[in-house]
């Protein structure tokens, strides 16, 4: 083999050790850099940005299908917009970054930078919505939102600033935008079950609802630390808004109508966080096809006196490759040995690598190697590409099933709160009987520091015993989990 130069290869980091795992992979991998001057605001850096605009592209393209028109609303926000709907203004106020001034001179109507939109998009609603022929209107937009979060930030589980993509939309009635809820739940669902992602779908308990909502639904999924990770909500608004911002239509017999409102949305810090967390291994990333920024990696092997067969096979190979629509690289930059070259890939989580050489060449064969097992797969070149697409799905149904295996492994159930405060040491997520009443919820937290998340939304589960805290009779089953 040419290139003697000694391996750079460096120590891999278990994924056990979570916490410096990830914070090497966000580097390592260039997803995030975190040390941007400002606390709680990354940057999102090529191979991390790269995935994240195929997440955002799959959400994107399902909201327009649905009928979602793409709009871009201002950052910022008039504090009289902002201060109508009170429930809003009393779950967002602790968290908003104000623009005070305008150079040297103080503004006369304080300005908010977003910490969501909708009190930036009920005024235009308004102005856009005369007759009942203009409903429904449903919007979306990919942006940052700025919160002033005071609990320890993480990157892409937690800043101050996060991108995510927000739907809003105004209907004729409260069944209309019920229809809305199921539909926006299944495009988020889409977009989570092709990253192979496990969630659970939770309705969240009254005291947990987003600011202003009648109710919220939260896909919660597992997190290796035990802190369970919110990836999206959907939110039945009913009249609360429409109310505070006179959102009124003109019916068929000429009465004004008040509307009903829903929005949503996708964090695309935390599912990029869930798709590094739950599909990584030891030695990095390991990322579904379907949002890998290349999907293939081809790596020439080259011998001495032999290079040529080898590059050129190799180039021909990439050729036929990137033919068939698959993102390949030829990584033919001879500065690093095939054992760099591997490491390298491997940390990028590049689904599929290809070794090619002489022996290859000669035969016209290629011998592929899986990144999710390191299995190796010898295939004739006429077969290549069907072997290729064949070998991303059953990498993607691996990774979903493991996804899947491990959050049901997760799942428990608890009678008392003994063995609720062993789970939860043990950071599972937990099932337990709950009579509905806030108090018990607030001592719950108080005693065991895991938070009720919410009741099944898809599926009906019946209480099987009285409450775990008070002992009265059950209403609910619940999700108690530590949380990001
Ligand atoms: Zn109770």
Redesign the pocket.
């Known amino acids: 083999m040419t290139g003697n130069k000694s391996s750079t290869k460096k120590e891999l980091i278990a994924k056990e050790n979570f916490s410096e795992w990830y914070d090497n992979v966000l580097l390592e991998a260039k997803l995030v850099d975190d040390r941007y001057p400002v606390k709680g605001f990354s940057v999102y850096t090529g191979w991390g940005m790269s995935i994240a605009k195929r997440i955002i592209g799959m959400l994107e393209e399902k909201l327009e299908e649905n009928g979602n028109e793409p709009m871009q609303f201002p950052v910022v926000i008039p504090e009289d917009s902002f201060q109508k709907e009170e429930d809003h203004i009393e779950g967002f106020s602790a968290e908003v970054f104000w623009i005070t001034h305008a150079g040297n001179n103080e503004l006369e109507r304080r300005l908010l930078l977003r910490p969501t939109s909708e009190t930036a998009i009920y005024p235009m609603f308004k102005l856009w919505m005369r007759s009942h022929q203009d409903l429904p209107i449903k919007m979306h937009q990919t942006c940052n939102v700025y919160r002033y979060e005071t609990k320890a930030t993480r990157p892409l589980y937690r800043g101050r600033e996060f991108l995510w993509n927000e739907g809003h939309t105004a209907h004729v009635d409260y069944e209309d935008a019920e229809q809305e809820v199921r539909a926006a739940v299944k495009a988020y669902r889409s977009v989570y079950d092709r990253l192979g992602l496990s969630y659970i779908m939770l309705k969240r308990p009254e005291f947990d609802k987003f600011a202003g909502a009648d109710y919220s639904i939260a896909f919660d999924t597992w997190n290796p630390d035990g802190k369970v990770n919110q990836i999206g909500t959907v939110h039945q608004l009913g009249y609360n808004f429409a109310k505070a911002f006179n959102l009124t239509y003109e019916d068929d017999n000429g009465e004004q109508v008040l509307a009903t409102n829903t929005c949503y949305g996708m964090g695309f810090g935390r599912t990029l966080a869930a798709t590094i967390s739950h599909h990584g291994d030891d030695h990095g990333l390991v990322l579904p096809p379907k949002v890998a920024p290349r999907q293939v990696v081809i790596v020439p092997i080259l011998f001495k006196g032999k290079e040529d067969i080898a590059e050129e096979y190799a180039k021909e190979l990439y050729g036929l490759i990137k033919d068939a629509g698959i993102r390949v690289v030829l990584d033919d930059d001879n500065r690093l040995n095939p054992g760099d070259k591997y490491y390298k890939w491997e940390m990028y989580g590049v689904p599929l690598r290809i070794e090619v050489g002489p022996r290859e060449a000669q035969n016209k064969k290629a011998t592929l190697v899986r990144r999710d097992n390191f299995e190796k797969i010898q295939v004739d070149e006429a077969n290549l590409i069907k072997k290729i697409n064949e070998t991303f799905q059953a990498i993607f149904e691996k990774l979903r099933d493991k996804s899947k295996a491990k959050l049901d492994s997760l799942v428990v159930d608890a009678y008392d709160m003994d063995q609720l405060q062993v789970y939860m040491d043990a950071r599972m997520i937990v099932r337990v009987n ?2 509905g ?1 806030p108090d ?1 919820a607030f001592n719950i937290k108080d005693m065991v520091s895991g938070e009720i998340r919410g009741t099944r939304w898809d599926v009906k589960e019946e209480p099987t015993g009285n ?1 775990i ?2 002992k ?1 009779e059950a209403k609910y089953v619940a999700y108690v989990s530590r949380t990001y």
């Open positions: 709950w009579c009443d018990c409450c805290f008070c009265d």
